[in-house]
């Protein structure tokens, strides 16, 4: 998918300076491997990249705790000196991130990015993958992307536990929970213009790309204020692109019409918590999580992620997926400019998959082989046999690009 003419606003550069966020768990045998395919890419033409490592998540949580007393607000997912580096990038790449309900004082690391760098647009592409089948009948070919709104709605994060008495008085509504033992209340915060700028990216992407289609994923028959606002701002929009055909859907026909036909969808735009569940959804249907990329992006900044978790209970044991994030990484390269050398590792990731050998054990489980347990490779020998479709004497320099990559991903040091 090309990104840049349609987000992309900084200017071509001789270098570009990327943060590395390798994350917690198994995000840093992610990141290892991608490592390992990022440099053969540049051994091989010569990537303009300068990587500097950042770190957030729960290690970094568990640091601070160590460092600082409770209260402090030193104590964070995100330290400052991260937040500078990224400040400082031109884009980020991060691998998986640990979250951890519960903990008190804990914030969500990719919230507060969302937040800080007002990355609004989160992109999650859902397109087949040769030598992926599709779990549905027929195995349809899909190409969609969906647009999900970054910075509001349910994670704008304005939550009351216990509500505020004063609440109750706010609006009739809240009459007939007066008198319950304990209410929780999560505010879905909308604003005309998060709802604008999401729409009219999408609109513009669908033009600038060629689509015909894009579908607008709603509750507004139930939610009338806030997704009844999307709505309408989507509707009156869509006068403005008279080439293109704007479908209003409700959300819950959406999840239902993605396992139908999702051949059908081209360009989806929704409100944030709607498009975190849909978006997972349509991962399902070329290959799963293990391939799913996300972009957050935003005016002056972007971070690419893989849309996985950090899977705790395989930290460290290198048996995740390295695709995901190097889905991610083809989306950043197409974000700096780097078009040729986003289609390179494209193809060197499509090559690998037809070949069918050297895949994780998802790949070969999900793909119905009986055999997965024995055939499955680890993330590194899949990261490998993906670098030496772009690097065909690979072998001739795996040990020293091994050794940098394992250097760039330590994780020792950090509290797990």
């Known amino acids: 998918m090309d990104i840049r003419n349609v987000l992309r606003v900084k200017e071509t550069k001789p270098r570009y300076k990327v943060a590395y966020i390798p994350g917690d768990d198994a995000g840093f045998d992610v990141m290892e491997g991608a490592m390992i395919v990022l440099q053969a890419m540049d051994k091989a033409f010569g990537l303009p990249i300068d990587w500097v490592r950042a770190d957030m998540g729960w290690c970094m949580w568990a640091k601070s705790c160590q460092e600082y007393p409770e209260g402090d607000p030193r104590r964070n997912t995100v330290p400052e000196e991260t937040k500078q580096i990224l400040r400082e990038s031109d884009a980020a790449l991060m691998a998986a991130i640990t979250s951890k309900a519960g903990v008190k004082g804990f914030k969500s690391a990719i919230l507060q990015m969302r937040q800080l760098f007002d990355l609004y647009i989160n992109l999650r592409p859902a397109k087949s993958m040769p030598g992926i089948t599709c779990p549905l009948k027929g195995d349809p070919k899909i190409d969609l992307v969906m647009f999900r709104e970054n910075t509001e709605d349910l994670y704008a994060a304005v939550e009351f536990r216990p509500t505020p008495k004063e609440h109750f008085d706010m609006h009739p509504?809240?009459?007939?929970?007066k008198?319950?033992?304990?209410?929780?209340?999560s505010w879905k915060v909308f604003s005309n213009e998060g709802c604008e700028r999401i729409i009219r990216a999408a609109f513009e992407y669908a033009k600038a790309t060629g689509r015909t289609k894009v579908v607008c994923a709603t509750k507004a028959n139930v939610i009338r204020a806030?997704?009844?606002m999307f709505k309408e701002i989507f509707l009156n929009m869509a006068k403005e692109y008279p080439d293109i055909q704007a479908i209003d859907e409700n959300a819950d026909a959406t999840a239902m019409w993605l396992i139908k036909n999702p051949q059908d969808y081209q360009v989806i735009v929704t409100p944030n918590v709607f498009g975190d569940i849909l978006s997972d959804e349509a991962s399902q249907l070329v290959g799963g999580m293990g391939f799913a990329p996300s972009g957050n992006i935003g005016k002056d900044f972007a971070l690419f992620e893989p849309s996985h978790g950090s899977v705790p209970k395989y930290a460290h044991q290198y048996k995740i997926n390295p695709c995901?994030?190097?889905?991610?990484?083809?989306?950043?390269?197409?974000y700096l400019g780097l078009e040729e050398a986003a289609r390179k590792l494209e193809a060197a990731i499509s090559a690998v998959l037809v070949e069918g050998k050297d895949l994780t054990y998802d790949v070969f489980r999900d793909n119905g082989d009986p055999d997965w347990e024995k055939k499955a490779v680890s993330t590194l020998d899949m990261a490998r046999a993906i670098a030496r479709k772009i690097l065909p004497d690979y072998d001739k320099y795996d040990a020293e690009i091994s050794k940098k990559a394992k250097e760039m991903c330590a994780w020792e040091h950090l509290p797990q």
């Open 226 to 228: 806030t997704d009844g």
């Open 324 to 334: 995901g994030l190097l889905n991610a990484a083809t989306m950043m390269l197409e």
């Open 179 to 185: 008198d319950k033992e304990e209410v929780a209340v």
């Open 173 to 177: 509504g809240m009459a007939r929970f």
